[in-house]
């Protein structure tokens, strides 16, 4: 596909080559509407019924995936194989391109090994100015880096799901109030900075909050599920207790209203599951109930999603889905993807 004025599908009448292009899969989709403006403005109106995803990984081979969520199939290349790392303009021409040819789609953003962390300076607000659905992030950098980690807590709250790998200076600080509310389906941290007065101002509407990197004190940990109870919408919650010693649970639970289960399933996602014991039931004032456990002594678990010994079940379990997906993986040949 190299000459657009001589491509049969333009022979057609404007409904017929639609519904050719809706045939298509993503791969042929996206080549096809770069061919000319009359191909990109067909190739749009053919598909814009459908979601698609953008997954970017700006490490050495940045390998990119679009995804039909609807025709479930993807195209998966390496952006400008054998050449160097792109620089900023191609990509964000590339984001461009892709937004004005699928217009519902969610991007997703990984820069875990990525030369250029500071890229998501520039590439976050194209997102927001494209207004796309941002799914998940994951910001990564082996050098302290202050200012890039306040723009993730000023810029990035919007974003799905949150990995946090973004080294700071020995005596960076910012306050709950600086961090905006957050409402994630997931966040994952392991700055040592971050406290459980972040938690409880910024992010007890977080879906799922995984600090295992961090260590709390008991009083910490009674407060955030104090705070639980009166109503969050936190489903699961991992952390590290410190205690000095052993860590009770009576200490951790002082004060809250508990029932002891020997023996519960306990699952972070609906799907997968880990059997705890010595568990206590708590329960929050709209009747959300959830299980608290203590692994290992330092290891500190909540979850809504639990079965009981007796085969109860609560929160929202999920079943697996099996289906075949259909998948166009080639490398890219160097052409211009976002010209």
Request: charged share 25%; net charge positive.
């Given at each position: 596909m190299t000459n657009a004025h001589s491509f049969p599908l333009l022979r057609l009448p404007l409904l017929a080559a639609i519904k050719g292009i809706q045939l298509m899969n993503v791969r042929e989709q996206f080549k096809l509407s770069k061919l000319s403006?009359?191909?990109?403005?067909?190739?749009?109106?053919?598909?814009?019924?459908?979601?698609?995803?953008?997954d970017i990984k700006l490490r050495k081979e940045f390998p990119v995936k679009i995804k039909s969520r609807t025709a479930r199939n993807k195209y998966v290349f390496?952006?400008?194989?054998?050449?160097?790392?792109?620089?900023?303009?191609?990509?964000?021409?590339f984001i461009v391109h892709v937004a004005s040819v699928f217009s519902d789609l969610t991007i997703s953003l990984d820069f875990n090994d990525a030369r250029y962390p500071r890229y998501l300076m520039d590439l976050v607000p194209l997102t927001k100015n494209l207004n796309l659905t941002r799914g998940f992030l994951r910001a990564f950098t082996d050098r302290p880096d202050d200012e890039l980690c306040r723009f993730i807590f000023?810029?990035?709250n919007d974003f799905k799901r949150i990995y946090m790998y973004c080294r700071t200076t020995p005596d960076f600080e910012l306050s709950p109030e600086q961090t905006g509310a957050f409402c994630t389906d997931q966040f994952v941290i392991n700055d040592p900075w971050f406290s459980?007065?972040?938690?409880l101002q910024s992010f007890m509407d977080c879906k799922k909050l995984d600090l295992l990197s961090l260590d709390f004190s008991v009083t910490d940990v009674n407060?955030?599920?104090?705070?639980?109870?009166?109503?969050?919408g936190v489903n699961y919650l991992i952390c590290n207790v410190s205690g000095g010693g052993e860590v009770r649970m009576e200490s951790l639970l002082k004060g809250i209203t508990a029932v002891p289960e020997p023996e519960v399933m306990i699952s972070s996602d609906g799907l997968g599951r880990l059997r705890?014991?010595?568990?206590?039931?708590i329960e929050q004032s709209n009747g959300v109930k959830g299980v608290v456990s203590r692994c290992w002594n330092k290891l500190f678990v909540l979850s809504t999603v639990f079965e009981l010994e007796n085969g109860e079940k609560y929160g929202n379990w999920r079943e697996e889905e099996f289906y075949e997906v259909e998948t166009d993986d080639e490398s890219a040949d160097g052409e211009d993807y976002y010209g």
């Open positions: 403006k009359r191909l990109l403005f067909i190739v749009k109106t053919s598909v814009k019924k459908q979601s698609f995803k953008l390496n952006f400008q194989p054998g050449l160097d790392y792109p620089d900023l303009e191609s990509i964000q021409n000023k810029e990035c459980m007065n972040h938690v407060k955030f599920l104090r705070n639980w109870i009166q109503g969050s705890h014991y010595g568990c206590f039931i």
